[in-house]
């Protein structure tokens, strides 16, 4: 399937020398999430600036349905919804007048109901009439969505949707994203929350100091770059770990209480049985186990490390 | 072309000077009912006639290009200044419209509602001068370039400027010295020789002296002139704007 979005090897340089992206190559599926994740100033906000035609980039090309986004521009941006992190909007305008507003401005013809759709979807139809300057925090980041839903886009790109907002109205925002998804929209979001990426997104692009450092599967990041812990609570704290079972590299608490033992979920032996085994040859009594899995944060963290 | 763009944009600016119609249309409508007390009335009957025309009605068309030059920079120069302030610039630059596309739009709207207030200070004055216009589509051609060219001008300030400060500077000093001393409340036979050639540079001295011999036929410089003069302007502020769209100037940075 041909990606709806392709972006090859494009890099970008501010006038003040500060390259924001370097070479970067991206391709979108149709109908996918796509997280792009990273630290504050990774280049993530130019890279989306750069698909919408906010900025112009100094290398590479980018084509949105085939077309490409200099050449072709009035095709590629009519398929382009844009919600940008900073909550833009005129105070004095009305929801319902600055929504059509944007329909115009992209080119499509009137249709009051097609904009009453929207505004009840992201429930600010109540508030049609009411200037923004009237609205709170979170009804004015729905007023951009509904904004740059107006022309029926096919990719909508989402700037840091959920940056400052308090955790059920983020919530909220997740099931609108899924709810578009659903409705057969393409939809990429940038953010700093890895809970964000974790919970919504079908694939994760990590970013950082302008490179894309990788974009796969979430669940098949998870599984490739995750360490499971297994923590063993012993019967009797151990002073010092026999050299039996050296070979696992465990970790012995401070107080001697438990074992850690990390391995591998990739792998097609976890060597967890000959672990087991191996304790009880030792005379090693175990009280309980658990295990934990690397979240994305910490792959996250050990990703950006590596490129630091 | 894009003209669903065309049009949202412009209904949208124009709705803004429909909500906000007392300072947009009433202000300009009081502060020239009191030029014509002042000037007109008080101070213009112990003024002999100028050119055969009573000092106020000649003041009318001075006035009038007085008004709409500083509003058709002031409502362009905002217009384009304040989604920049604000930040849903970003979104004219997403959407699929070009330069020109924003220009009509937002130069559009402006010179529009320079034009009706032209008009109604027209008819205002038509309450306390008699008026008389002996060439109304060449007063309607001028009234409407002037619009166009100085809305142009507007726009481009309203690009240019990084703050309300610098936005308002030019206005400030340098429309407003300039129509003052373009002949708007004179003509510039009055003046001493070397000033009548200081003031050939002002280019609003050939504006108000077209416009004004649309009304009564008398110029201080030759109609001709007058045109070329506002097709130069005109010209001149559409090379400007081409040049800021083609290398982003400003916009895409």
Redesign the interface.
């Known amino acids: 399937m041909n990606p709806i979005v392709s972006i090859k090897k494009m890099s970008k340089t501010?006038?003040g020398g500060q390259q924001a992206l370097r070479e970067v190559s991206l391709d979108i599926q149709k109908g996918e999430i796509l997280a792009l994740l990273g630290p504050n100033g990774a280049g993530k906000t130019t890279l989306i600036s750069a698909i919408?035609?906010?900025?112009?980039t100094d290398s590479g090309t980018i084509t949105v349905a085939g077309f490409d986004i200099v050449k072709d521009?009035?095709?590629?941006?009519?398929l382009?919804g844009?919600v940008?992190q900073?909550i833009?909007?005129?105070?004095?305008e009305t929801v319902f007048?600055t929504v059509?507003?944007?329909?115009?401005?992209?080119?499509?013809?009137k249709d009051p109901e097609y904009i009453e759709e929207i505004l009840k979807r992201l429930s600010l139809w109540d508030k049609k009439d009411s200037a923004i300057r009237e609205l709170s925090g979170g009804m004015k980041r729905r007023v951009l969505i509904a904004?740059a839903l107006s022309h029926e886009p096919q990719v909508l790109f989402l700037d840091e949707p959920t940056a400052g907002v308090d955790v059920e109205l983020r919530r909220d925002m997740w099931q609108t994203v899924r709810q578009l998804q659903s409705s057969g929209v393409t939809i990429i979001l940038t953010t700093h929350y890895i809970e964000e990426a974790e919970a919504i997104a079908d694939r994760v692009g990590v970013i950082s100091d302008g490179r894309l450092l990788l974009a796969e599967e979430k669940t098949t990041l998870m599984k490739r770059m995750g360490k499971k812990q297994l923590r063993i609570e012993l019967q009797s704290a151990l002073k010092e770990i026999p050299s039996a079972l050296e070979n696992y590299k465990l970790e012995l608490a401070e107080d001697g209480c438990s074992l850690q033992y990390t391995y591998d979920t990739g792998q097609d032996r976890t060597g967890v049985t000959r672990l087991f085994a191996d304790l009880s040859k030792a005379g090693i009594h175990i009280r309980d186990v658990h295990t934990s899995q690397s979240s994305l944060e910490e792959i996250f963290v050990d990703l950006v490390k590596e490129s630091a | 072309m894009?003209l669903?763009?065309v049009?949202?944009?412009y209904?949208?600016e124009m709705?803004?000077t429909f909500?906000t119609l007392a300072q947009s249309l009433l202000s300009p409508v009081l502060s020239t009912s009191l030029y014509f007390i002042v000037f007109g009335a008080a101070i213009g009957s112990r003024i002999q006639e100028v050119d055969g025309v009573s000092y106020g009605a000649f003041i009318v068309p001075g006035l009038i290009m007085l008004t709409v030059i500083t509003q058709s920079v002031t409502n362009a120069a905002f217009g384009i200044y304040?989604?920049k302030f604000?930040?849903?610039i970003?979104?004219?630059?997403?959407?699929?419209?070009s330069f020109l596309e924003i220009v009509l739009g937002y130069v559009g709207a402006a010179a529009t509602k320079s034009f009706i207030i032209g008009v109604i200070i027209l008819v205002t004055a038509n309450l306390f001068v008699d008026l008389h216009i002996t060439h109304p589509f060449w007063m309607i051609a001028f009234l409407a370039l002037t619009c166009i060219s100085f809305s142009l001008l507007g726009f481009i300030i309203g690009i240019w400027a990084n703050n309300f400060e610098q936005l308002q500077l030019v206005p400030l000093l340098v429309i407003t010295p300039l129509v003052f001393l373009g002949g708007s409340f004179y003509s510039i036979s009055m003046l001493p020789p070397l000033w009548q050639t200081v003031t050939l540079f002002n280019p609003i001295v050939y504006l108000v002296s077209g416009f004004r011999w649309s009304f009564y036929e008398n110029a201080d410089v030759a109609v001709g002139v007058s045109l070329a003069m506002i097709t130069l302007f005109l010209g001149l502020c559409l090379s400007v704007i081409w040049w800021i769209f083609k290398t982003?100037y400003k916009i895409?940075?």
């Open positions: 501010y006038k919408c035609g906010l900025i112009e521009y009035r095709q590629t941006r009519t382009i844009l940008p900073e833009t909007l005129e105070p004095f007048n059509r507003f944007s329909r115009g401005l992209f080119g499509k013809p904004k | 894009n669903r763009a049009r949202a944009i209904i949208y709705s803004r909500r304040f989604p604000i930040g849903t970003f979104e004219l630059l997403s959407a699929p419209i982003g895409r940075n």
